[in-house]
Every structure is written in structure tokens, then in C-alpha cells.
């Protein structure tokens, strides 16, 4: 076995185990994801009390075990984000993100950028600043950062620049102008406005610190949303189930969706 190691993480999963542990999936900027046991969580007052939170940022104490699932020896909260946990909209919009992470995250992988990109964001939300759009732009940010960037200034078939309607088509990673694929409301695309590939791409080539320049309409908001979902279940070919509970939050339809709340939760505990 290894010697222990400390690392900066962010809580990404929980799950009870046993009477008494905890097992928390997280991502260390230096070693990806990770999964570590905490021994007696449930039961410990002085340890872990009020650490083990989801989204919480944490300087941890990990040990390697025969079992190859580390040891949580000591956690030493950073930030605990208290407002992703404080109202639906927030909580639904960290958990669409902390499950991309849990999806495109990797052990032995680690990577500072995403680490701060998802930091930056959770820090966002967590404060109440411009929710679906800090979600929109760190999830646009995480498929470019993996190699998926996304062609949103000209057509991606002809190469011509697309100054009005255009087709966003997953399957081609870009827009299509109306030449190239004459029905812009096809079954296999999604129709943009002018305005949203514009916006997103402003968005993914600003640093973070300057992402305030970007204004999205309403509707330009929502088409962003409906693109970085089916953009995201069309590169991972599976659906993120927390989407489901943030648009029926922005519908309001919360109090409703019986199936939505167990949807969120669910990410802090299956």
C-alpha cells in the first residue's frame, strides 16, 4: 500500500454505507476522481461533523487501503458552499453539474482547470449569481476543455458564417446554416437564434473572472440550456437525470414534481 496524501477535493457524491460510513466520490485537481471510505462518519461528532457535505470543498487526509478504496483519515472544510443547499433552483443547477463531473472525471486524472472551473461555479451558484447561466457556461467550458468544442460560428458543412437562424446538430458537433440542412425545425436538430451561438461562444473563449460580459435574452437562455443538455447526453450517450429536476425548478413545477425531488436527491445518495 501507499503512503497517505493530502489533497484539496470537491464532494461530487455521498452515500451511506453500513450503520455508520460514509463513501464520498470527489475530484482532486491533482488525482481526478476519487472515491474514499469514512469510517464511523454517520456516528463521529468531532471528525467529520458537518464536513461531508455535497458540493462542500475540502483539504483531506486519504489513505490507501488493500481494498483500493482510500481511507478518509481527517477532512478540513475549505468552503461548505452553504447556498447549493439552501433552495431547489441552486441545488438542482450543482447537481446537473456535480453528475457531468462524476461522468467525465477519471481516477488518476486529474486536471486544475476543471478543478477551478467547477469550483468558480459551485461559488457562484452557491451566492445566487445568475444560476442558469453559471451552469450554461461551465458546462459549455467543461466539453471544450475535454476536447468537444463546439462549432458555433459558422456552418460546420459549408463553412460559411451563419448570421441568422442556424441548426444546431450534436451528431456534427456544430450549426448547420439553412442551405445545408434546409428545416431548421428537423426532429435531429436543435433551431437556435442568432443570438445563442454567439453568446456561447463568447463565453467559452472568456477566462471566468470576465464571464459577466455575456447577456443572454430569456429565450436565448433557454435554447443554451436545451443545447448543453443534448450536446452533453449526445457526447456521454446517456442523459444526466438531474436536467429533469432543474427544468422542472425553472418551470415551476417543483412543488408538483414528486419524482423531481427524488431525482435531486438522489445525486447526494445513490
Known sequence: MGQPFASDALVLRI???????????????????LSCIAKGAKRSRKRFVNK???????????????????????????????????????YAAASVLAEAMLHWSRENDGDQYLFELCDWAFGRISHNLRIPETLLFALMKLYSRQGFRPRLDRCGNCGKAVSGRALFL??????ACPGCHPRPGGASGLSLSAETPKALELAINLPVGKLDRVR?????????????????????QRDIRSWEVLEAVRAGNWANSSSGGGSARRNGEH
Open 15 to 33: 452515500l451511506g454505507h453500513g450503520e455508520s460510513d460514509i463513501i464520498a466520490t470527489l475530484f482532486s485537481p491533482v488525482h481526478g476522481r
Open 52 to 90: 461531508l457535505e455535497l458540493f462542500s470543498r475540502l483539504q483531506l487526509l486519504l489513505a490507501p487501503t488493500r481494498s483500493g478504496l482510500l481511507r478518509l483519515d481527517s477532512a478540513e472544510l475549505v468552503d461548505p458552499y452553504p447556498g447549493l443547499r439552501s433552495g431547489p433552483l441552486a
Open 170 to 175: 450534436p451528431g456534427q458537433h456544430g450549426l
Open 216 to 236: 443572454l435574452s430569456a429565450a436565448a437562455l433557454d435554447e443554451g440550456l436545451l443545447l448543453a443538455r443534448r450536446y452533453g447526453n449526445f457526447l456521454l
